[in-house]
């Protein structure tokens, strides 16, 4: 095995891991970090694949923002631990759970199997960072610069809508 292969293995266990961990937890905290532990593992994949830009955004906006957010959320709404209540659901809700679990997982494969792969020649590693920047400032400007004026805009308003007002007496 060369070395990409193992570190493709390696992300997929970091990938797969705490995924079925987020399956298992009970602690909606700790939840939180698995799935923090997965997304990461994800964004090693995009960039294994030559994807640096996509790897990179999704480090910045899933793993720094939206993970952020969401442990925040959690921390600040709640002082007890929330434990998500197991043991509530039936025994059919969980027969069924488990076979459309199945029937899918057997979907997949008969897909996968039936599936004529190509092997793919070796081709030199992509510069995405460097085309989709190009792309942006040649032939996307306008757009780019739309979603740019509408995220100024919509920061604005959650500034506006956060902001403490004096309490009437």
Request: glycine share 8%; net charge neutral.
């Amino acid at each position: 095995m060369d070395w990409s292969t193992i570190m493709w293995w390696v992300m997929a266990a970091v990938t797969v891991i705490p995924a079925v961990m987020i399956v298992l937890s009970k602690d909606i905290v700790r939840l939180a970090f698995w799935l923090l532990a997965s997304l990461t593992g994800v964004a090693g994949l995009y960039i294994l694949l030559g994807a640096d830009f996509l790897g990179f955004t999704q480090v910045l906006v899933y793993i720094g923002g939206i993970m952020v957010l969401i442990l925040f959320g959690i921390m600040m709404t709640n002082r007890d631990a929330v434990l998500m209540r197991r043991g509530e659901t039936t025994g059919g809700a969980m027969l069924t759970g488990v076979v459309i679990a199945a029937a899918t997982a057997l979907a997949l494969l008969k897909v996968v199997k039936d599936t004529k792969w190509k092997e793919a020649a070796p081709v030199e590693m992509p510069a995405t960072t460097a085309r989709v920047g190009e792309a942006l400032l040649t032939d996307y400007v306008l757009p780019f610069e739309l979603v740019s004026v509408l995220l100024l805009i919509v920061l604005c308003g959650a500034a506006y809508i956060a902001r403490r007002r004096p309490e009437e007496t």
